[in-house]
């Protein structure tokens, strides 16, 4: 999810495809599949992180 998330930082949801994904995680699209099925699922996984880090930030203050 850490890199979706940069990608997203960097070139937006358009920018935010299987193939930027694989070419910057060092693998191939099949292996991005095997933990979402498709772009929505990704960006889900984008979100619950940026929300898992923003949250406990927020308790403190």
Known sequence: AEAAVEL???AGERGLT???LSERLSTG?????WHVSDKNDLLGAATEAVI???LPALSLI
């Open 8 to 10: 997203l930082d960097t």
């Open 18 to 20: 299987f193939p930027a």
């Open 29 to 33: 699209p099949g292996a991005i599949y």
């Open 52 to 54: 898992g880090t923003a």
